[in-house]
């Protein structure tokens, strides 16, 4: 029963929203060409009030507008899926430091690194990239050794 | 973007939607999953990241080998591809230690708004930190050395 054991939720729900994920991204790649990652959000809207330079590169301006109408498509398609399946707002249990001083990491390390899990992950890997492929097995072992060591001090959840 | 033609903006947002409901329904939106995943307790996430790369991965070589160019773009189908250098693994391991910690990605949290996820305002709010901390430094760091034009 070793399969239970590893999913002990099933596949469906995971395998289904992956292939929604994919089919969101693949829709905005037909109709326009553009590979839409999420984290470049973060320094593009920068830009709208920060004049540090590496913000307001032509890149970023010129893609801002429709990053923030991607990002606000993404809030309210999970919206959705919270009236209609969830019955209302579920909240974390994880403490508000880890998700402040995670936070930092990941928007410190996705921009250093030019993307995150739907832009290397989903994307890169889509595009069999090698810089990806490192990309992402470096962001997965380093995440597997952090939180089972954050585990393992006892910290929960 | 020199070209943009009616309906760019709208199926960005139809194709943020699907994404966003995805994230919701795989549950990735909620950290507790995603720290599931990292600790093996439940392997699922390989069906979420999997299962979204193959999508893109058919999508992307059916329109770069067959199909000319976007209809709202007029731009030509490519594929996503970096240059690699030093920075791609400082930024994994950044990103991986920032993942681990917290259980979030930058798409899996505004997706977690959406959900009604208040708390996750601390990971955004962070990630925004993150990111203005690194754009600063590095126009500083390369500023210095193209010019007067690093002033903020």
């Known amino acids: 029963m ?11 729900r995971y395998l289904i929203g992956g292939l929604f994920i994919g089919g969101g991204i693949a829709s905005i790649y037909l109709a326009t060409g553009i590979i839409a990652g999420a984290s470049t959000f973060l320094e593009s809207t920068l830009s709208y009030v920060s004049n540090v330079p590496r913000f307001n590169r032509l890149r970023y301006v010129g893609s801002r507008d429709w990053r923030i109408v991607f990002t606000a498509g993404i809030v309210l398609g999970a919206g959705v899926y919270a009236v209609v399946w969830q019955g209302g707002a579920w909240t974390t249990e994880v ?3 880890r998700l402040l001083a995670g936070g930092v990491l990941v928007g410190v390390g996705t921009r250093l ?3 995150c899990t739907s832009g290397h992950g989903v994307c890169g890997v889509g595009s069999l990239s090698q810089t990806s492929i490192v990309n992402v097995a470096t962001f997965i072992s380093v995440a597997i050794g ?3 060591l954050v585990q393992a001090l006892g910290v929960s959840p | 973007m020199t070209d943009r033609r009616p309906g760019f903006h709208l199926v960005i947002l139809v194709g943020g939607l699907i994404f966003g409901f995805g994230l919701a329904y795989s549950h990735m939106a909620r950290p507790e999953v995603v720290l599931d995943f990292l600790q093996f307790d439940d392997l699922g996430l390989l069906f979420v990241m999997g299962g979204a790369a193959a999508v893109t991965g058919v999508v992307f070589t059916v329109a770069t080998g067959v199909l000319d160019s976007a209809p709202l773009t007029g731009v030509e189908y490519v594929r996503r591809v970096k240059s690699f250098d030093r920075n791609v693994v400082v930024g994994g391991v950044v990103f991986g230690t920032g993942w681990g910690l917290s259980g979030i990605c930058p ?8 959900i009604g996820n208040w708390p996750i305002l601390w990971a955004v709010a962070g990630m925004f930190i993150g990111a203005y901390a690194q754009g600063r430094l590095r126009s500083r760091i390369t500023g210095s050395s193209a010019g007067p034009t690093a002033a903020d």
């Open chain 1, 2 to 12: 070793i399969g239970v054991e590893l999913f002990p939720n099933g596949i469906a």
């Open chain 1, 113 to 115: 690194g030019k993307g």
């Open chain 1, 95 to 97: 403490q508000w430091w």
């Open chain 1, 146 to 148: 952090t939180a089972q």
């Open chain 2, 107 to 114: 798409g899996a949290a505004y997706a977690s708004v959406g």
